[in-house]
């Protein structure tokens, strides 16, 4: 692999957060929180996963205003990923947002957070070490 991988997330609540450091750690990423970092130049060969929690639905604000103003070089390879208590219904939207950007977006991934909308009852113990596993997998097969 040519490039550098970039994890470039937001987690409000800390689930995806281990998901993110899982797929960093798995390939050699660079972690970027959208609420901390700046976001990295992408140069065309760099690889890059996008991720999230799921609120309301959608995607958080924190990071879909960081996407917004963000600029990647055409046909980037790039993955999108996060955690649900529900259903993972961030992903089809983050998928979209960086399509329009150009990137090609070749997989997706996401397992079960602890919910604590609904008081942390609902997802105790996600993600699992098992679903962490499931996400170096993923993260292995996107940058081969
Ligand atoms: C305010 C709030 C709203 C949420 N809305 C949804 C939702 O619409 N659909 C869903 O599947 N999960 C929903 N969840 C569950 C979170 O997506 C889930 O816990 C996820 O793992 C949170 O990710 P994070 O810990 O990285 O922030 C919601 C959680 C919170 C706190």
Do not use: H
């Given at each position: 692999?040519?490039g550098?991988v970039?994890v470039?997330y937001a987690?409000?609540?800390?689930n ?21 970092d700046?976001?990295p ?12 929690g799921?609120?309301g639905g959608?995607?958080s ?8 103003s ?5 046909g ?9 208590g529900g259903?993972?219904?961030q ?6 947002i ?5 990137a ?10 602890r919910?604590?909308f609904l ?11 098992q679903d962490?596993?499931?996400?170096r997998n993923?993260?292995q097969?996107?940058?081969?």
């Amino acid at each position: 692999m040519a490039g550098k991988v970039y994890v470039v997330y937001a987690s409000l609540t800390g689930n995806t957060r281990k998901v993110a450091q899982a797929l960093a750690e798995s390939v050699g990423g660079v972690l970027v929180d959208v609420r901390r970092d700046p976001l990295p130049r992408l140069e065309p060969g760099d690889v890059v996963f996008v991720g999230d929690g799921v609120y309301g639905g959608r995607p958080s604000r924190a990071l879909r205003r960081a996407l917004s103003s963000w600029d990647l070089p055409q046909g980037v390879k790039a993955a999108v990923f996060g955690t649900y208590g529900g259903r993972p219904s961030q992903l089809p939207v983050l998928e979209r947002i960086l399509q329009a950007k150009g990137a090609q977006v070749v997989d997706r991934f996401a397992c079960l957070g602890r919910d604590w909308f609904l008081l942390g009852l609902v997802g105790r113990g996600r993600p699992s070490p098992q679903d962490l596993e499931a996400a170096r997998n993923f993260a292995q097969r996107v940058v081969r």
